[in-house]
Protein backbone atom coordinates (compact mmCIF):
# COMPACT_ATOMS: atom_id res chain seq x y z
CA UNK A 1 0.00 0.00 0.00
CA UNK A 2 1.24 3.35 -0.91
CA UNK A 3 2.02 5.87 1.88
CA UNK A 4 -0.91 8.01 0.16
CA UNK A 5 -3.38 5.23 0.62
CA UNK A 6 -2.21 4.49 4.56
CA UNK A 7 -2.94 8.52 5.07
CA UNK A 8 -6.31 8.10 3.99
CA UNK A 9 -7.18 4.97 5.49
CA UNK A 10 -6.05 6.58 8.85
CA UNK A 11 -7.99 9.63 8.33
CA UNK A 12 -11.06 7.76 7.30
CA UNK A 13 -10.22 5.58 10.65
CA UNK A 14 -10.08 8.91 12.39
CA UNK A 15 -13.09 10.29 10.46
CA UNK A 16 -15.71 7.72 9.87
CA UNK A 17 -18.02 6.48 11.58
CA UNK A 18 -18.10 2.19 11.51
CA UNK A 19 -19.61 -0.23 13.37
CA UNK A 20 -17.69 -3.61 13.92
CA UNK A 21 -18.57 -7.06 14.96
CA UNK A 22 -18.14 -7.54 19.12
CA UNK A 23 -15.72 -9.89 18.60
CA UNK A 24 -13.29 -7.69 17.12
CA UNK A 25 -13.41 -5.46 19.66
CA UNK A 26 -13.37 -7.78 22.77
CA UNK A 27 -10.98 -10.28 24.59
CA UNK A 28 -11.29 -13.61 24.77
CA UNK A 29 -11.86 -14.04 27.98
CA UNK A 30 -14.48 -11.19 28.26
CA UNK A 31 -16.20 -13.46 25.66
CA UNK A 32 -16.41 -16.10 28.39
CA UNK A 33 -17.88 -13.75 30.72
CA UNK A 34 -20.60 -13.42 28.46
CA UNK A 35 -21.19 -16.94 27.73
CA UNK A 36 -21.49 -17.35 31.52
CA UNK A 37 -23.56 -14.46 31.87
CA UNK A 38 -26.15 -16.07 29.23
CA UNK A 39 -25.97 -19.31 31.12
CA UNK A 40 -27.87 -17.28 34.11
CA UNK A 41 -30.11 -15.31 31.20
CA UNK A 42 -31.32 -19.14 30.01
CA UNK A 43 -32.15 -19.81 33.74
CA UNK A 44 -34.34 -17.12 33.79
CA UNK A 45 -35.57 -18.02 30.29
CA UNK A 46 -36.75 -21.36 31.46
CA UNK A 47 -38.70 -19.98 34.73
CA UNK A 48 -40.05 -16.91 33.77
CA UNK A 49 -42.22 -17.05 30.74
CA UNK A 50 -44.95 -14.74 32.01
CA UNK A 51 -44.85 -10.93 33.48
CA UNK A 52 -46.20 -12.95 36.77
CA UNK A 53 -43.06 -15.61 36.66
CA UNK A 54 -40.59 -13.18 36.04
CA UNK A 55 -42.10 -10.90 38.81
CA UNK A 56 -42.15 -13.74 41.40
CA UNK A 57 -38.35 -14.35 39.81
CA UNK A 58 -36.77 -11.42 40.18
CA UNK A 59 -38.69 -11.14 43.93
CA UNK A 60 -37.29 -14.17 45.29
CA UNK A 61 -33.94 -13.08 43.94
CA UNK A 62 -34.30 -9.66 45.11
CA UNK A 63 -35.28 -11.16 48.93
CA UNK A 64 -32.11 -13.37 48.57
CA UNK A 65 -29.77 -10.27 48.34
CA UNK A 66 -31.38 -8.47 51.16
CA UNK A 67 -33.92 -5.93 49.55
CA UNK A 68 -36.96 -5.31 51.34
CA UNK A 69 -39.98 -4.54 50.77
CA UNK A 70 -40.58 -0.70 50.11
CA UNK A 71 -42.09 0.73 53.11
CA UNK A 72 -43.67 4.62 52.64
CA UNK A 73 -42.25 6.67 55.43
CA UNK A 74 -39.21 4.75 56.13
CA UNK A 75 -35.66 7.01 56.62
CA UNK A 76 -33.41 5.32 54.24
CA UNK A 77 -29.82 5.46 54.18
CA UNK A 78 -26.70 5.07 51.54
CA UNK A 79 -26.78 1.18 50.39
CA UNK A 80 -30.43 0.28 51.72
CA UNK A 81 -32.21 -1.98 49.27
CA UNK A 82 -35.53 -1.73 48.56
CA UNK A 83 -38.41 -3.18 45.82
CA UNK A 84 -42.12 -2.74 45.12
CA UNK A 85 -44.19 -5.94 44.15
CA UNK A 86 -47.08 -4.27 41.72
CA UNK A 87 -49.58 -6.78 41.99
CA UNK A 88 -47.59 -9.76 41.76
CA UNK A 89 -46.99 -8.34 37.62
CA UNK A 90 -43.95 -5.92 37.59
CA UNK A 91 -41.78 -4.75 40.21
CA UNK A 92 -39.93 -1.85 41.17
CA UNK A 93 -36.02 -2.54 42.29
CA UNK A 94 -33.92 0.09 43.97
CA UNK A 95 -30.34 0.62 45.50
CA UNK A 96 -30.13 4.07 47.73
CA UNK A 97 -27.43 6.31 46.13
CA UNK A 98 -24.34 8.61 47.71
CA UNK A 99 -26.15 11.82 46.59
CA UNK A 100 -28.82 13.46 47.77
CA UNK A 101 -31.97 12.00 46.33
CA UNK A 102 -32.84 15.39 44.57
CA UNK A 103 -30.23 14.79 42.20
CA UNK A 104 -32.33 12.08 40.80
CA UNK A 105 -32.27 8.27 40.09
CA UNK A 106 -30.27 6.84 37.45
CA UNK A 107 -33.85 4.62 36.04
CA UNK A 108 -33.63 1.45 33.89
CA UNK A 109 -36.98 0.39 32.53
CA UNK A 110 -37.97 -2.71 31.07
CA UNK A 111 -40.83 -4.88 30.53
CA UNK A 112 -41.61 -8.37 31.67
CA UNK A 113 -44.72 -8.98 29.25
CA UNK A 114 -44.63 -10.43 25.74
CA UNK A 115 -46.92 -12.03 23.15
CA UNK A 116 -49.05 -14.74 23.88
CA UNK A 117 -52.52 -16.21 23.42
CA UNK A 118 -54.92 -15.42 26.68
CA UNK A 119 -57.79 -17.55 27.40
CA UNK A 120 -61.34 -15.62 27.50
CA UNK A 121 -63.34 -15.44 30.64
CA UNK A 122 -65.37 -18.20 29.03
CA UNK A 123 -63.14 -20.26 26.68
CA UNK A 124 -64.51 -23.79 27.42
CA UNK A 125 -66.42 -25.92 24.99
CA UNK A 126 -66.83 -28.95 22.94
CA UNK A 127 -67.15 -29.04 19.04
CA UNK A 128 -67.83 -32.53 17.41
CA UNK A 129 -65.91 -34.65 20.42
CA UNK A 130 -62.89 -32.06 20.91
CA UNK A 131 -62.23 -29.89 23.73
CA UNK A 132 -60.99 -26.34 23.26
CA UNK A 133 -60.50 -23.26 24.61
CA UNK A 134 -61.03 -19.62 22.89
CA UNK A 135 -58.17 -17.58 23.17
CA UNK A 136 -57.70 -13.60 22.96
CA UNK A 137 -54.18 -12.98 21.47
CA UNK A 138 -52.42 -10.55 23.29
CA UNK A 139 -49.63 -8.20 21.57
CA UNK A 140 -48.59 -7.89 17.94
CA UNK A 141 -48.45 -11.50 16.28
CA UNK A 142 -48.18 -12.80 13.70
CA UNK A 143 -51.20 -15.01 14.20
CA UNK A 144 -50.42 -18.01 11.46
CA UNK A 145 -47.42 -18.71 13.58
CA UNK A 146 -48.73 -19.88 16.70
CA UNK A 147 -50.19 -23.13 15.30
CA UNK A 148 -49.05 -26.53 15.56
CA UNK A 149 -46.86 -26.07 17.96
CA UNK A 150 -46.30 -27.27 21.42
CA UNK A 151 -47.82 -24.37 24.06
CA UNK A 152 -47.90 -24.23 27.77
CA UNK A 153 -50.80 -22.69 29.92
CA UNK A 154 -49.10 -20.19 32.66
CA UNK A 155 -51.07 -18.11 35.28
CA UNK A 156 -53.70 -18.02 37.53
CA UNK A 157 -57.31 -18.97 38.78
CA UNK A 158 -59.27 -17.21 41.52
CA UNK A 159 -62.05 -18.77 43.32
CA UNK A 160 -65.09 -17.45 44.49
CA UNK A 161 -63.61 -17.68 48.15
CA UNK A 162 -60.84 -15.58 47.02
CA UNK A 163 -58.54 -18.47 46.81
CA UNK A 164 -55.97 -18.37 44.15
CA UNK A 165 -54.55 -21.29 42.12
CA UNK A 166 -51.17 -21.20 40.45
CA UNK A 167 -51.23 -22.73 36.91
CA UNK A 168 -47.98 -23.69 35.20
CA UNK A 169 -48.59 -27.12 32.53
CA UNK A 170 -46.53 -28.30 29.73
CA UNK A 171 -42.89 -26.85 31.11
CA UNK A 172 -41.83 -29.60 33.38
CA UNK A 173 -40.96 -33.27 31.67
CA UNK A 174 -43.92 -35.52 31.38
CA UNK A 175 -46.55 -32.78 31.24
CA UNK A 176 -49.17 -32.51 28.83
CA UNK A 177 -49.20 -29.70 26.32
CA UNK A 178 -51.20 -28.05 24.10
CA UNK A 179 -51.67 -27.08 20.73
CA UNK A 180 -53.73 -24.94 17.64
CA UNK A 181 -54.28 -27.45 14.73
CA UNK A 182 -54.19 -25.90 11.25
CA UNK A 183 -55.41 -27.18 8.07
CA UNK A 184 -53.39 -29.89 6.09
CA UNK A 185 -51.84 -28.07 2.84
CA UNK A 186 -53.97 -30.57 0.97
CA UNK A 187 -56.91 -29.54 1.88
CA UNK A 188 -55.65 -25.80 2.30
CA UNK A 189 -56.42 -24.63 -1.00
CA UNK A 190 -59.26 -21.92 -0.17
CA UNK A 191 -56.92 -21.25 3.17
CA UNK A 192 -53.49 -20.52 0.98
CA UNK A 193 -55.82 -17.76 -0.72
CA UNK A 194 -55.90 -16.05 2.29
CA UNK A 195 -53.11 -13.12 2.92
CA UNK A 196 -50.40 -13.85 5.43
CA UNK A 197 -52.39 -12.01 7.84
CA UNK A 198 -55.38 -13.44 7.48
CA UNK A 199 -53.83 -16.91 7.20
CA UNK A 200 -54.89 -17.97 10.79
CA UNK A 201 -57.87 -15.45 11.93
CA UNK A 202 -58.17 -15.16 15.73
CA UNK A 203 -61.21 -16.87 16.06
CA UNK A 204 -59.26 -19.82 14.81
CA UNK A 205 -56.96 -19.70 17.20
CA UNK A 206 -58.39 -22.32 19.57
CA UNK A 207 -56.58 -24.46 21.67
CA UNK A 208 -56.77 -28.35 21.43
CA UNK A 209 -57.07 -29.27 25.10
CA UNK A 210 -59.09 -32.76 24.87
CA UNK A 211 -60.59 -35.67 23.02
CA UNK A 212 -61.67 -38.22 25.82
CA UNK A 213 -65.38 -38.58 27.02
CA UNK A 214 -66.26 -38.41 30.52
CA UNK A 215 -68.28 -41.79 30.78
CA UNK A 216 -69.82 -44.09 28.10
CA UNK A 217 -72.95 -42.82 28.99
CA UNK A 218 -75.51 -41.09 26.76
CA UNK A 219 -75.30 -37.55 26.71
CA UNK A 220 -73.95 -34.11 24.97
CA UNK A 221 -70.84 -32.41 25.94
CA UNK A 222 -69.42 -35.35 27.71
CA UNK A 223 -65.76 -34.77 26.49
CA UNK A 224 -65.94 -31.11 27.95
CA UNK A 225 -67.26 -32.44 31.21
CA UNK A 226 -64.60 -35.03 31.53
CA UNK A 227 -62.20 -31.63 30.85
CA UNK A 228 -63.67 -29.83 33.64
CA UNK A 229 -64.07 -32.88 35.99
CA UNK A 230 -59.92 -33.24 36.00
CA UNK A 231 -59.48 -30.05 36.57
CA UNK A 232 -61.84 -29.69 39.50
CA UNK A 233 -60.37 -32.92 40.52
CA UNK A 234 -56.67 -31.13 40.41
CA UNK A 235 -57.73 -27.63 41.53
CA UNK A 236 -60.96 -27.69 43.16
CA UNK A 237 -62.18 -25.17 40.05
CA UNK A 238 -65.83 -25.22 38.57
CA UNK A 239 -66.22 -23.44 34.90
CA UNK A 240 -67.13 -20.08 35.95
CA UNK A 241 -63.99 -19.90 37.72
CA UNK A 242 -62.42 -19.21 34.35
CA UNK A 243 -64.12 -15.72 34.89
CA UNK A 244 -61.63 -14.76 36.92
CA UNK A 245 -58.36 -16.43 35.80
CA UNK A 246 -55.74 -14.87 34.21
CA UNK A 247 -54.22 -17.85 32.08
CA UNK A 248 -51.75 -17.53 29.23
CA UNK A 249 -50.76 -20.13 26.13
CA UNK A 250 -47.13 -19.75 25.46
CA UNK A 251 -44.99 -21.73 23.64
CA UNK A 252 -43.39 -24.33 25.49
CA UNK A 253 -40.28 -24.45 24.06
CA UNK A 254 -37.47 -24.41 26.32
CA UNK A 255 -34.46 -21.59 25.88
CA UNK A 256 -31.29 -22.96 23.60
CA UNK A 257 -28.27 -22.11 22.14
CA UNK A 258 -28.26 -21.75 18.86
CA UNK A 259 -25.79 -22.18 15.81
CA UNK A 260 -22.91 -24.87 15.93
CA UNK A 261 -21.09 -21.94 17.59
CA UNK A 262 -23.32 -21.33 20.29
CA UNK A 263 -22.97 -17.44 19.63
CA UNK A 264 -27.22 -17.05 19.96
CA UNK A 265 -29.52 -17.73 22.36
CA UNK A 266 -33.03 -19.00 20.37
CA UNK A 267 -36.38 -18.44 23.09
CA UNK A 268 -39.92 -17.62 23.52
CA UNK A 269 -39.95 -13.92 24.64
CA UNK A 270 -36.61 -12.21 24.37
CA UNK A 271 -38.87 -9.18 23.84
CA UNK A 272 -38.31 -8.00 26.57
CA UNK A 273 -36.93 -10.40 29.09
CA UNK A 274 -33.66 -9.89 27.60
CA UNK A 275 -33.33 -6.29 28.85
CA UNK A 276 -35.12 -6.87 31.84
CA UNK A 277 -32.88 -9.42 33.16
CA UNK A 278 -29.44 -7.34 32.66
CA UNK A 279 -31.49 -4.49 33.72
CA UNK A 280 -32.09 -6.34 36.91
CA UNK A 281 -28.62 -8.24 37.34
CA UNK A 282 -27.39 -4.28 37.06
CA UNK A 283 -29.44 -3.09 40.23
CA UNK A 284 -28.70 -6.43 41.91
CA UNK A 285 -24.92 -5.94 41.54
CA UNK A 286 -24.44 -2.27 42.77
CA UNK A 287 -23.99 -1.51 46.70
CA UNK A 288 -23.62 1.71 47.17
CA UNK A 289 -24.39 3.47 44.02
CA UNK A 290 -23.78 7.22 43.35
CA UNK A 291 -27.15 7.73 42.78
CA UNK A 292 -30.38 6.06 43.57
CA UNK A 293 -30.32 2.88 40.99
CA UNK A 294 -33.88 1.60 39.94
CA UNK A 295 -34.67 -1.20 37.56
CA UNK A 296 -38.58 -1.10 36.92
CA UNK A 297 -39.48 -4.56 35.44
CA UNK A 298 -43.20 -3.74 34.13
CA UNK A 299 -46.09 -5.15 32.75
CA UNK A 300 -48.62 -4.12 29.75
CA UNK A 301 -45.98 -2.70 27.29
CA UNK A 302 -46.71 -5.12 24.13
CA UNK A 303 -50.82 -3.32 24.62
CA UNK A 304 -49.28 -0.19 25.07
CA UNK A 305 -48.38 0.09 28.72
CA UNK A 306 -52.01 1.02 29.80
CA UNK A 307 -53.54 -0.38 33.20
CA UNK A 308 -52.62 -0.64 36.52
CA UNK A 309 -49.13 -2.70 36.07
CA UNK A 310 -48.25 -0.51 33.10
CA UNK A 311 -46.38 2.70 32.62
CA UNK A 312 -48.47 4.49 31.41
CA UNK A 313 -50.37 4.17 34.96
CA UNK A 314 -49.18 6.00 37.86
CA UNK A 315 -47.41 3.29 40.28
CA UNK A 316 -44.02 4.74 39.18
CA UNK A 317 -44.79 8.09 40.20
CA UNK A 318 -46.05 7.18 43.20
CA UNK A 319 -42.96 5.37 44.34
CA UNK A 320 -40.56 8.24 43.63
CA UNK A 321 -43.14 10.44 45.12
CA UNK A 322 -43.13 7.93 48.22
CA UNK A 323 -39.16 7.85 48.07
CA UNK A 324 -39.19 11.60 47.77
CA UNK A 325 -41.14 11.80 51.10
CA UNK A 326 -38.76 9.66 52.80
CA UNK A 327 -36.02 11.86 52.30
CA UNK A 328 -38.48 14.77 53.21
CA UNK A 329 -36.99 16.31 49.21
CA UNK A 330 -40.07 17.47 46.32
CA UNK A 331 -40.99 15.22 43.94
CA UNK A 332 -40.75 17.14 41.19
CA UNK A 333 -37.13 17.53 41.52
CA UNK A 334 -36.46 14.04 41.83
CA UNK A 335 -38.23 13.14 38.19
CA UNK A 336 -36.41 16.34 36.21
CA UNK A 337 -33.46 15.23 37.54
CA UNK A 338 -33.67 11.60 37.19
CA UNK A 339 -31.83 9.56 34.04
CA UNK A 340 -32.97 6.45 32.46
CA UNK A 341 -32.31 4.19 29.74
CA UNK A 342 -35.57 2.60 28.17
CA UNK A 343 -34.28 -0.91 28.38
CA UNK A 344 -36.34 -2.14 25.28
CA UNK A 345 -35.02 -4.71 22.13
CA UNK A 346 -34.64 -3.29 18.53
CA UNK A 347 -35.13 -5.26 15.45
CA UNK A 348 -31.93 -7.00 14.42
CA UNK A 349 -30.95 -6.59 10.28
CA UNK A 350 -32.16 -10.17 8.93
CA UNK A 351 -30.24 -10.67 5.50
CA UNK A 352 -33.43 -13.06 4.54
CA UNK A 353 -35.29 -9.41 4.57
CA UNK A 354 -33.41 -6.88 4.10
CA UNK A 355 -36.06 -4.34 2.32
CA UNK A 356 -37.33 -3.41 5.57
CA UNK A 357 -34.43 -1.98 6.79
CA UNK A 358 -32.22 1.10 6.12
CA UNK A 359 -28.65 -0.31 6.15
CA UNK A 360 -26.91 2.88 7.71
CA UNK A 361 -29.09 2.84 10.62
CA UNK A 362 -30.21 -0.63 10.89
CA UNK A 363 -28.83 -2.43 14.36
CA UNK A 364 -27.06 -5.55 13.40
CA UNK A 365 -26.47 -8.97 15.95
CA UNK A 366 -23.43 -8.98 17.74
CA UNK A 367 -22.63 -5.40 16.91
CA UNK A 368 -23.41 -4.91 20.68
CA UNK A 369 -26.27 -2.98 22.15
CA UNK A 370 -28.80 -0.93 20.89
CA UNK A 371 -29.14 2.67 20.88
CA UNK A 372 -32.28 3.67 19.49
CA UNK A 373 -32.97 7.42 19.48
CA UNK A 374 -35.99 7.47 18.61
CA UNK A 375 -39.16 5.00 17.98
CA UNK A 376 -42.59 5.85 16.86
CA UNK A 377 -44.66 6.02 13.28
CA UNK A 378 -45.44 7.86 10.67
CA UNK A 379 -43.08 10.31 10.78
CA UNK A 380 -41.78 10.06 14.28
CA UNK A 381 -45.48 9.59 15.77
CA UNK A 382 -45.75 8.03 19.38
CA UNK A 383 -42.31 8.22 20.77
CA UNK A 384 -40.41 10.52 22.82
CA UNK A 385 -37.15 11.63 20.33
CA UNK A 386 -33.97 11.33 22.97
CA UNK A 387 -31.92 14.92 22.76
CA UNK A 388 -29.02 15.21 21.42
CA UNK A 389 -27.61 16.15 24.51
CA UNK A 390 -28.51 13.13 26.40
CA UNK A 391 -27.53 10.73 23.64
CA UNK A 392 -24.07 12.55 23.98
CA UNK A 393 -23.93 11.42 27.81
CA UNK A 394 -24.89 7.68 26.86
CA UNK A 395 -22.02 7.35 23.81
CA UNK A 396 -19.44 8.78 26.18
CA UNK A 397 -20.55 6.81 29.05
CA UNK A 398 -20.34 3.88 26.80
CA UNK A 399 -17.31 4.55 25.13
CA UNK A 400 -15.59 5.37 28.11
CA UNK A 401 -16.33 2.11 29.57
CA UNK A 402 -15.35 -0.41 26.90
CA UNK A 403 -18.91 -1.27 25.83
CA UNK A 404 -19.78 -2.42 22.33
CA UNK A 405 -22.56 -0.08 21.45
CA UNK A 406 -24.18 0.41 17.72
CA UNK A 407 -27.06 2.73 16.40
CA UNK A 408 -30.13 1.15 15.41
CA UNK A 409 -33.68 2.44 13.55
CA UNK A 410 -36.65 0.31 13.97
CA UNK A 411 -36.99 -0.54 10.16
CA UNK A 412 -36.52 1.84 7.20
CA UNK A 413 -38.82 5.29 7.26
CA UNK A 414 -42.35 4.58 6.45
CA UNK A 415 -42.02 0.66 6.51
CA UNK A 416 -43.56 0.37 9.75
CA UNK A 417 -43.13 1.10 13.33
CA UNK A 418 -43.74 0.79 17.02
CA UNK A 419 -43.01 2.29 20.41
CA UNK A 420 -41.82 1.05 23.92
CA UNK A 421 -42.11 2.77 27.31
CA UNK A 422 -39.43 5.79 26.88
CA UNK A 423 -42.52 8.42 26.32
CA UNK A 424 -44.27 7.65 29.35
CA UNK A 425 -41.18 8.19 31.12
CA UNK A 426 -40.01 10.89 29.30
CA UNK A 427 -43.63 12.09 30.41
CA UNK A 428 -42.55 12.56 33.64
CA UNK A 429 -39.81 15.10 32.52
CA UNK A 430 -36.98 12.24 32.36
CA UNK A 431 -34.42 12.53 30.06
CA UNK A 432 -34.49 8.61 28.57
CA UNK A 433 -33.26 6.91 25.60
CA UNK A 434 -33.86 2.90 24.50
CA UNK A 435 -31.38 1.22 24.80
CA UNK A 436 -31.22 -3.07 24.62
CA UNK A 437 -30.69 -5.91 21.83
CA UNK A 438 -31.48 -6.27 18.99
CA UNK A 439 -33.81 -9.38 17.93
CA UNK A 440 -34.22 -11.96 14.79
CA UNK A 441 -37.95 -12.59 14.93
CA UNK A 442 -38.79 -10.59 17.08
CA UNK A 443 -42.19 -11.02 18.85
CA UNK A 444 -42.57 -14.35 17.19
CA UNK A 445 -43.11 -17.69 19.08
CA UNK A 446 -39.06 -18.29 19.09
CA UNK A 447 -36.95 -15.41 18.98
CA UNK A 448 -33.48 -15.11 18.50
CA UNK A 449 -30.54 -12.64 19.95
CA UNK A 450 -26.88 -12.94 20.48
CA UNK A 451 -25.15 -13.87 23.65
CA UNK A 452 -22.57 -10.53 23.06
CA UNK A 453 -24.98 -8.46 22.68
CA UNK A 454 -26.76 -9.35 25.98
CA UNK A 455 -23.93 -9.03 27.91
CA UNK A 456 -22.94 -5.53 26.25
CA UNK A 457 -26.67 -4.37 27.57
CA UNK A 458 -25.49 -5.92 30.60
CA UNK A 459 -22.58 -3.87 31.00
CA UNK A 460 -24.47 -1.14 29.76
CA UNK A 461 -26.81 -1.04 32.53
CA UNK A 462 -24.30 -2.08 35.28
CA UNK A 463 -22.24 0.98 34.60
CA UNK A 464 -25.07 3.37 34.19
CA UNK A 465 -26.68 2.23 37.53
CA UNK A 466 -23.41 2.79 38.88
CA UNK A 467 -24.03 6.16 38.31
CA UNK A 468 -20.11 6.95 36.22
MN1 LIG B 1 -40.33 -4.66 23.83
MN1 LIG C 1 -42.54 -6.05 21.80
Not at 287 to 293: C, N
Not at 299 to 308: C, L, Q
Request: aromatic share 10%.
Amino acid sequence: MSEENKKLDSLKEKLFYTQKHASEKISDDETKKADEFCDGYIGFLRKAKTEREATEYFVEKAEKLGFKPFVRGEKYKCGDKVYLNNRGKAVILCVMGKEPIENGIRLSAAHIDSPRLDLKPNPLYEDNELAYFKTHYYGGIKKYQWTAMPLSLHGVIVKKDGSKVKVNIGEDDGDPMFVVTDLLPHLAAEQMKRTLSDGIRGEELNILIGSRPFSKDEGSEKVKLNIISILNEKYGVTESDFLSAELEAVPALKAVDIGFDRSMIGAYGHDDRVCAYPAAEAVFSVTEPRYTAVAILTDKEETGSDGNTGLNSSYFKYFVSDLADCFGANYHTVLSNTKCLSADVNAAFDPSFPDVSEKMNASYLNHGVVITKYTGARGKGGTSDASAEYMGKIRALLDENDIVWQTGELGKVDAGGGGTVAMYLANLDIDVVDLGVPVLSMHAPFEVVSKLDVYMAYRAFKVFAEGK
